[in-house]
């Protein structure tokens, strides 16, 4: 193997976009923002109220799961409170999810923490969460002969197969109280960070998960964390927990602090030699202030550098990348949603009521910034492709 093409490789999987936060953190590419961040303000309040519940609604990509992770972290260092982070995408179909599923799945969590007792009575309500979420069959008489008994097998369904609304049955609400209660015994407070709510594109099924699941968590006396999909922020009246946090994306072209916080991400994933300075803001711009989309496209302009033969990446390079990336981000885009793109294009103004505007939000084609002013703006990487297109 080359030296090149191992270098590359290197510097390539800096920015590699896909790969587990985990990772990126373990490698020290975490970086830390106190004023743009909510890492610290969650984490103090967790420390003071252990039992509290907070949600975080903010855009796909604005990098939450890194904070929650982060949050873990951080809350794992006070002695007497562990926290676990879970993500409900890898228990469950999130388009299909319904009320008593987020229960279920805190049960199943709590069912692993307390497993190794010797307690009998624990032990059946282990095997009942288990059972209640999973499903399970049963032998059931079904009739008496002359000869002998006759017995039929019943298949129960688990809550977090079920496609259609459930509710949530008393005797799931009273294992998950009675496993929490057993669990506090080993650790006083006990957290859950609840990770990829926020791919629901479906609000009203959000807010009714919110109301009727994050209820009986909080009544077993656990804290909770819960990212929320950006569409519910706009139908949201309460939500229903104890604190709120809107993470918006950030405007790196009308805030120094978010520019800079997105240029220390580059320099600490990659050495100064290696990404021009001109590159870098070209980057910076091309982003939007989305994180995931700084990352995809550092590592596709370095992908270009490698293609033409280049040693450093230069500013044609992102430009190459950027035009890649923009065909992929308008596929599927109706007329309509050209039309309200190019509008706010035209007139700055958009105002998000229609399924149509929604839509775009949740897409990332629009983006919404909170500071240092509110205001609604087409991604940058599409502005050139949207302007060709004629509707």
Do not use: W
């Not at 957290?191 to 709510?197: A, M, N, Q």
Request: some cysteine; glycine content about 6%.
């Amino acid at each position: 193997m080359s030296n090149r093409l191992q270098l590359f490789r290197q510097r390539m999987a800096a920015f590699e976009g896909a790969a587990d936060p985990v990772e990126a953190i373990e490698s020290g590419y975490y970086v830390h923002s106190p004023e743009l961040l909510l890492v610290d303000r969650i984490t103090t309040r967790i420390a003071l109220r252990p039992s509290s519940s907070h949600l975080l609604i903010g855009g796909i990509g604005s990098g939450k799961t890194t904070q929650l992770l982060v949050i873990r972290d951080e809350i794992n260092q006070i002695e007497d409170t562990q926290a676990i982070y879970v993500d409900v995408s890898l228990h469950t179909d999130i388009s299909k999810i319904s009320n008593g599923v987020l229960t279920a799945i805190i049960g199943l969590e709590l069912a692993h923490i307390v497993e190794d007792t010797e307690d009998e009575d624990i032990q059946k309500y282990i095997q009942l969460v288990r059972n209640l979420a999973h499903g399970y069959e049963e032998r059931r008489l079904q009739s008496v002969s002359r000869v002998r008994p006759k017995f039929i097998q019943v298949k129960h369904e688990g809550i977090i197969s079920k496609s259609e609304k459930y509710n949530i049955s008393a005797e799931l609400i009273e294992a998950v109280n009675v496993l929490a209660k057993y669990a506090q015994y080993k650790c006083n407070n006990i957290i859950f960070l609840l990770d990829g709510l926020d791919r629901l594109n479906n609000s009203e099924t959000f807010i009714q998960i919110l109301n009727s699941d994050t209820a009986a968590i909080s009544s077993a006396g656990i804290g909770l964390v819960v990212v929320g999909p950006l569409i519910a922020f706009y139908s949201l009246v309460d939500s229903f927990l104890d604190y709120f946090y809107y993470h918006p994306f950030l405007d790196v072209s009308n805030d120094l602090e978010a520019y800079s916080f997105f240029e220390n991400i580059i320099r600490t994933r990659s050495s100064n030699e290696f990404i021009e300075e001109e590159s870098i803001q070209e980057l910076i711009y091309y982003s939007g202030g989305v994180l995931r989309d700084l990352i995809s496209l550092t590592q596709a302009a370095i992908e270009e550098t490698y293609l033409l033969g280049d040693d450093t990446v230069q500013p044609e390079h992102v430009l190459k990348a950027v035009d890649s990336f923009s065909t992929g981000k308008i596929l599927g885009v109706s007329d309509d949603e050209i039309k309200i793109l190019k509008q706010t294009m035209n007139t700055e103004k958009f105002i998000p009521r229609t399924d149509e505007d929604l839509k775009l939000l949740v897409k990332g084609l629009i983006l919404e910034y909170k500071s240092p002013q509110k205001r609604y703006v087409v991604h940058p990487t599409i502005n050139t492709l949207i302007q060709q297109i004629s509707v």
